[in-house]
T-cell receptor, first 114, second 116 residues
Framework: DVKVTQSSRYLVKRTGEKVFLECVQD?????MFWYRQDPGLGLRLIYF???????EKGDIPEGYSVSREKKERFSLILESASTNQTSMYLCASSWTGGLLGPQHFGDGTRLSIL | AQTVTQSQPEMSVQEAETVTLSCTYD???????LFWYKQPPSRQMILVIRQEAYKQQNATENRFSVNFQKAAKSFSLKISDSQLGDTAMYFC?????????????FGTGTRLQVTL
């Protein structure tokens, strides 16, 4: 089975801190994604990557950056955390091929910014 | 840009009954895929069922089936013989065909409660 592991289930940080959320997948997937999930808004795509060192903005990239130095790892960075970034963050991965590669999700990181 | 609409924020069904969750979408694409994902409370999001737009036959996975109406841009999920373990948040999602990355556009979700 595909395993997508997010480094923390719960995280509490302070306003202005630089925050790193880590995600690792073990199936050699090309594509990796970061979403945030908020009540009433569903999941919204922040950034995604289709190859090492490649990244593309999703629908809500403001205030975030990403890093993909190795194929299995995709990091989400909050450059200067703000309270409106308090949310559930979900990482996902898939292999190229669309239909053959549905996205597999991690357990999520519930991030609170105080 | 694609949009996905789930008009039922919450639904409830009794165990062993059948329930249908609604989803509509808007796109100008002809090649695309549709998905239903399930997110149980405090648990991982998992894929329930998927449908290729080019297929006329509705997808079925055990107790889960879809009613795909391409002209109406409707993609509803039917859960038969509901079980307590079906209690979850259900998300409808759209993916454009082709391209190098399988970006998903999600609806806002329907919270389903299965009761005794």
């Amino acid at each position: 089975d595909v395993k997508v592991t997010q480094s923390s289930r719960y995280l509490v940080k302070r306003t202005g801190e630089k925050v790193f959320l880590e995600c690792v997948q073990d199936m050699d997937h090309e594509n990796m994604f970061w979403y945030r999930q908020d009540p009433g808004l569903g999941l919204r795509l922040i950034y995604f990557s289709y190859d090492v060192k490649m990244k593309e903005k999703g629908d809500i990239p403001e205030g975030y950056s990403v890093s993909r130095e190795k194929k299995e790892r995709f990091s989400l960075i909050l450059e200067s955390a703000s309270t409106n970034q308090t949310s559930m963050y979900l990482c996902a991965s898939s292999w190229t091929g669309g239909l053959l590669g549905p996205q597999h999700f991690g357990d999520g990181t519930r991030l609170s910014i105080l | 840009a694609q949009t996905v609409t789930q008009s039922q924020p919450e639904m409830s069904v009794q165990e062993a009954e059948t329930v249908t969750l609604s989803c509509t979408y808007d796109t100008s694409e002809n090649n695309y895929y549709l998905f239903w994902y399930k997110q149980p409370p405090s648990r991982q999001m998992i894929l329930v069922i998927r449908q290729e737009a080019y297929k006329q036959q509705n997808a079925t996975e055990n107790r889960f089936s879809v009613n795909f109406q391409k002209a109406a841009k409707s993609f509803s999920l039917k859960i038969s013989d509901s079980q307590l373990g079906d209690t979850a948040m259900y998300f409808c999602a759209f993916m454009k065909g082709g391209g190098t990355a399988s970006k998903l556009t999600f609806g806002t979700g329907t919270r389903l409660q299965v009761t005794l």
